[in-house]
T-cell receptor, first 110, second 114 residues
């Protein structure tokens, strides 16, 4: 099956710093999403980005589908950005089945 | 629009019992997917329903089952609970599968099996 690898697994930043999270996937995918899991467990949608670049405030994402990777950029990080960031992909022919990476745990210190 | 809702939010059961979890999708969404999250295995896909039909199923034993109603609401059932079934169960809805704007998740049901 398709493999989804996220790096780094853990990241500690000072407030105000920038960071880049990476997601590699092993096969062609239909769709790719980035999520932030809050302390209560809910997965918050950040981006639906099967290809191209999107920006939403301090966050932006880029997916290069032909090279099978996606990047999530967080600029001017805040303590509220802390949590786990997940990348998830849907492989071709597998409707509604998101395959998740293990996540990047981000801690932003004041 | 209201988001995806799941009930109950917390549940404590004992081994051998069964449990039913409920998920109401975003209005207009016809696809509902279910996932299990544990510290050891991460987020794993259970099954997906669209128009009351199961289209995809993950690698879980037959004790895990689900269904979808005509109003797109979905339930999942776990019979003969085991300690290892303790997990956060998440459901997600989408218009017709992930292909259009992606999946949107509910707050989850945290199940503890004693």
């Amino acid at each position: 099956g398709i493999q989804v690898e996220q790096s780094p697994p853990d990241l500690i930043l000072q407030e105000g710093a920038n960071s880049t999270l990476r997601c590699n996937f092993s096969d062609s995918v239909n769709n790719l999403q980035w999520f932030h899991q809050n302390p209560w467990g809910q997965l918050i949608n950040l981006f639906y980005i099967p290809s191209g670049t999107k920006q939403n405030g301090r966050l932006s994402a880029t997916t290069v589908a032909t090279e099978r990777y996606s990047l999530l950029y967080i600029s001017s990080s805040q303590t509220t950005d802390s949590g786990v960031y997940f990348c998830a992909v849907e492989r071709r022919g597998s409707q509604g089945n998101l395959i998740f990476g293990k996540g990047t745990k981000l801690s932003v210190k004041p | 629009k209201a988001g995806v809702t799941q009930t109950p939010r917390y549940l404590i059961k004992t081994r051998g019992q069964q449990v039913t979890l409920s998920c109401s999708p975003i209005s207009g969404h016809r696809s509902v997917s279910w996932y299990q999250q544990t510290p050891g295995q991460g987020l794993q896909f259970l099954f997906e329903y669209f128009s009351e039909t199961q289209r995809n199923k993950g690698n879980f034993p037959g004790r895990f089952s689900g269904r979808q109603f005509s109003n797109s609401r979905s339930e999942m059932n776990v019979s003969t609970l085991e300690l290892g079934d303790s997990a956060l169960y998440l459901c997600a809805s989408s218009l017709a599968g992930t292909g259009v704007r992606g999946q949107f998740f509910g707050p989850g049901t945290r199940l503890t099996v004693l």
